[in-house]
C-alpha cells in the first residue's frame, strides 16, 4: 500500500470556525510533513513530523496546530482562519534518514476560507 | 543555502514528440538527492524520478529519464513520446540531510501542456 488519504477533499470555513484536516498512511514511515501550495506556485513546508514528534515548524501562525496521534496519522486543526489562509494543504509522508526516500503525497485538501 | 531554479514557466510540445525540462540546482553539500515530481490540475504530487548526487548513471523510470550533469549542477528531465496526460505542472525538488534534514526544496515549477 503506497497511498496516503487525506480528507476531506473539500472543505469551506468561516473565519470563526474550528475544523481539523485528516492525513493517514500505512507505509510504516517515520516522517510526515504539511505543506500549503498556492495556485501556480510550488508547496510551502509548513511541519515535520519524524517520529511522532514534531521536528520543524516554519514559522507557521499559530492558528494552525498540528498533532501526530500515532505513527499513521497526521491532524491539522485550523482556527480563526484568515482568507488568505485559502490554499491546496498537502500531506506527504517518506522514510526518514534515508537521502534517497522520496516524499508520497495525499491528493490534498483544497481548503476555502470565507 | 540551497535553491533550484527551474527557468521555464511554460512548455509546450507534440504529441509523440520528447520534451526536456529544465533544472539547475546549487549547493554546498556533496551529498543530495534530486526529485521529480509531476502534478495534475487535480492537485496530487506524483513522483516521477530520482537522482543520487553519487550516482554514476542517470537513472531511468519508464518514458522519463534525468540528464544529470553534476559539473553545471543541472538535473534536466526528459520525457520521451509524450502523451496528452503528460500535461501537468512538473517540479524540480532537492535534498541534502546535512543542511536541511528530510526538507524538501522545490524549484519554482514548468507547466506542460501536450498538443495533440
Not at chain 1, 42 to 47: H, I, S, T, W, Y
Not at chain 1, 48 to 57: G, R
Not at chain 1, 91 to 108: D, N, R
Request: hydrophobic share 30%; charged share 20%; proline share 5%.
Amino acid at each position: 500500500d503506497t497511498e496516503v488519504t487525506q480528507t476531506p477533499k473539500h472543505l469551506v470555513m468561516g473565519m470563526t470556525n474550528k475544523k481539523s484536516l485528516k492525513c493517514e498512511q500505512h507505509m510504516g514511515h517515520r516522517a510526515m510533513y504539511w505543506y500549503k501550495q498556492k495556485a501556480k506556485k510550488p508547496p510551502e513546508l509548513m511541519f515535520v513530523y519524524s517520529y511522532e514528534k514534531l521536528s520543524i515548524n516554519e514559522s507557521v501562525p499559530s492558528r494552525f496546530s498540528p498533532e501526530c496521534p500515532n505513527s499513521s496519522l497526521l491532524n491539522l486543526h485550523l482556527h480563526a482562519l484568515q482568507p488568505e489562509d485559502s490554499a491546496l494543504y498537502l500531506c506527504a509522508s517518506s522514510q526518514e534518514h534515508v537521502l534517497a526516500s522520496e516524499q508520497y503525497f495525499g491528493p490534498g485538501t483544497r481548503l476555502t476560507v470565507t | 543555502a540551497q535553491k533550484i531554479t527551474q527557468t521555464q514557466p511554460g512548455m509546450f510540445v507534440q504529441e509523440k514528440e520528447a520534451v526536456t525540462l529544465d533544472c539547475t540546482y546549487d549547493t554546498s553539500d556533496p551529498s543530495y538527492g534530486l526529485f521529480w515530481y509531476k502534478q495534475p490540475s487535480s492537485g496530487e504530487m506524483i513522483f516521477l524520478i530520482y537522482q543520487g548526487s553519487y550516482d554514476q548513471q542517470n537513472a531511468t523510470e519508464g518514458r522519463y529519464s534525468l540528464n544529470f550533469q553534476k559539473a553545471r549542477k543541472s538535473a534536466n528531465l526528459v520525457i520521451s513520446a509524450s502523451q496528452l496526460g503528460d500535461s501537468a505542472m512538473y517540479f524540480c525538488a532537492m535534498r541534502n540531510y546535512e543542511t536541511s534534514g528530510s526538507r524538501l526544496t522545490f524549484g519554482e515549477g514548468t507547466q506542460l501542456t501536450v498538443n495533440p
